[in-house]
C-alpha cells in the first residue's frame, strides 16, 4: 500500500531563511502527491498537488515542490520563511484519481523565529 | 463558495454516548469523505461517499460508527457508546468530479473535536 513519510517532526527556521520539509513516498503506481497546511484548531488547506504534469509544483504562499522519481520524494520548499508560515504541513499519497485512497505522513510542525 | 462546514466544531460527552457530527461539503461537490485525526498524527482515512453511496469504509470504522449522505448532500458520521479511544478531530473533505481521469483534490471543513470524559 502506499505511504509517505516526513523525515522530522519539527522544523525550526528564522524569519527569511529557506523552508525544507522533507517527504518521501512509496506508491506501486505513479503517484499523486499532495502538501497540505494546517493551522491550529483549523482543517487541511491545499497547499500544491503533483499529477503528473511539471515535476516542479508551485503552490500558494510560495511554497513549491520538486517530484524526483528517482529518489521517491517530494519535498517541500519556500525561499524566505515569514512569521505566518509556522503552522503543520502534511505530505500525502493517491494512487487513484479519486483519492479515496490517500494517506498522509505524521506532519511536521515548523516554526519561524523572529 | 463558502468552503466545507462542519457542526459542531467541538463536542465533549460522557464514555456510552452517542454522538453526531454533520458536514456540509461544498456545494457542486459529490464526492465525502471523513477522516480522523489524533494528536500529532496525520489524518486517517475513515469512509468515502460518491453522490449518496457509501463506495468504501475503513478497517478504522468499527460497527460503532456509521456514516450516511441521504440526498447526496450533507453527510451524518455517528460514534454509539463512546469509548476515550474515539477522542480525536473528525474532518470531513469534499471533492468534484470533473473528468474520469481527473483528480480533484480534496477541500476540507475545520473539523469536529470530540472529547470523552
Known amino acids: 500500500a502506499q505511504s509517505v513519510t516526513q523525515l522530522g517532526s519539527h522544523v525550526s527556521v528564522s524569519e527569511g531563511a529557506l523552508v525544507l520539509l522533507r517527504c518521501n513516498y512509496s506508491?506501486?503506481?505513479?503517484?499523486?502527491l499532495f502538501w497540505y497546511v494546517q493551522y491550529p484548531n483549523q482543517g487541511l488547506q491545499l497547499l500544491l498537488k503533483y499529477t503528473s504534469a511539471a515535476t516542479l509544483v508551485k503552490g500558494i504562499n510560495g511554497f513549491e515542490a520538486e517530484f524526483k522519481k528517482s529518489e521517491t520524494s517530494f519535498h517541500l520548499t519556500k525561499p524566505s520563511a515569514h512569521m505566518s508560515d509556522a503552522a503543520e504541513y502534511f505530505c500525502a499519497v493517491s494512487e487513484t484519481h479519486n483519492n479515496n485512497d490517500m494517506r498522509f505522513g505524521a506532519g511536521t510542525r515548523l516554526t519561524v523565529k523572529p | 463558495d463558502t468552503g466545507v462546514s462542519q457542526d459542531p466544531r467541538h463536542k465533549i460527552t460522557k464514555r456510552g454516548q452517542n454522538v453526531t457530527f454533520r458536514c456540509d461539503p461544498i456545494?457542486?461537490?459529490?464526492?465525502l469523505y471523513w477522516y480522523r485525526q489524533t494528536l500529532g498524527q496525520g489524518p486517517e482515512f475513515l469512509t468515502y461517499f460518491q453522490n449518496e453511496a457509501q463506495l468504501e469504509k475503513s478497517r478504522l470504522l468499527s460497527d460503532r460508527f456509521s456514516a450516511e449522505r441521504p440526498k447526496g448532500s450533507f453527510s451524518t458520521l455517528e460514534i454509539q457508546r463512546t469509548e476515550q479511544g474515539d477522542s480525536a478531530m473528525y474532518l470531513c473533505?469534499?471533492?468534484?468530479?470533473?473528468?474520469?481521469?481527473?483528480?480533484?483534490?480534496?477541500?476540507f471543513g475545520d473539523g469536529t473535536r470530540l472529547s470523552i470524559l
Open positions: 473533505a469534499s471533492s468534484s468530479r470533473t473528468g474520469r481521469r481527473s483528480n480533484q483534490p480534496q477541500h
Open positions: 506508491s506501486s503506481v505513479p503517484p499523486y
Open positions: 456545494s457542486e461537490h459529490n464526492r
